[in-house]
């Protein structure tokens, strides 16, 4: 997934295939354009969750759990990293709300809810979603984000347009368990990255 300088010098109507995990592939188009691409629907904008999220300190947790759980390779979210998110969190921000989206969301209604009281009493909200569509949208709409090892929430981040945004990340070895040389360009450099234990 990182950046090769040759890509710049593919021609025109090449057939490109890959994951193009970085921003660099599109780097220098008018940032504006890759949104558009990205928009929602006005009916999003309905939903009743939006208000608060865009009227408090919101900061969205993506948890990521499902098939990583099972599947050698990966690594789910970890409650180390998720911990140190958090105190950074408070470190910055007055008064956050936490909204958590999951694909397990049982599992963070029992691990999450301790771990945030050791340092607060800040709000805690567990989105239950219609759709992983609902969700994108949300996490694009919180002030600032805690990136699970997930593709989705970095793009939940990556489309957060608050200029002030905190953006906080794993680092690469907590998305796999394997060694990865090829990840250097894939989170963005203004994002904070936390390499904790992984037990």
């Not at 300088?5 to 008018?30: C, H, Q, T």
């Not at 709300?97 to 009493?121: G, N, T």
């Not at 794993?170 to 250097?184: A, F, G, K, Q, T």
């Not at 994002?191 to 037990?199: D, G, P, R």
Request: with cysteine; aromatic share 14%; glycine share 4%.
């Amino acid at each position: 997934m990182d950046f090769p300088p040759y890509f710049l010098d593919i021609p025109d109507n090449a057939y490109v295939m890959g994951y193009f995990g970085s921003e660099k592939f599109w780097r220098g188009l008018d940032e504006k354009d890759i949104f558009s691409m990205f928009s929602f629907d006005v009916s999003f904008f309905e939903n009743p969750l939006l208000n608060e999220i865009q009227s408090t300190q919101s900061v969205s947790i993506h948890v990521r759990r499902g098939d990583k759980v099972i599947i050698s390779g990966f690594q789910p979210s970890k409650l180390e990293y998720i911990e140190q998110a958090l105190r950074i969190i408070h470190d910055k921000i007055s008064h956050p709300s936490f909204f958590v989206f999951s694909d397990d969301i049982a599992w963070c209604k029992v691990h999450l809810p301790p771990v945030v009281a050791v340092m607060s009493d800040a709000p805690l909200r567990f989105v239950e979603s219609e759709s992983v569509q609902d969700d994108l949208f949300l996490m694009s709409r919180c002030k600032h984000n805690i990136v699970g090892p997930s593709t989705f929430s970095w793009w939940g981040a990556y489309l957060n347009t608050n200029p002030e945004k905190i953006v906080i990340a794993p680092h690469m070895s907590l998305w796999y368990n394997s060694r990865r040389e090829d990840l250097n360009d894939f989170l963005p450099k203004s994002w904070i990255v936390l390499n904790c234990s992984a037990t």
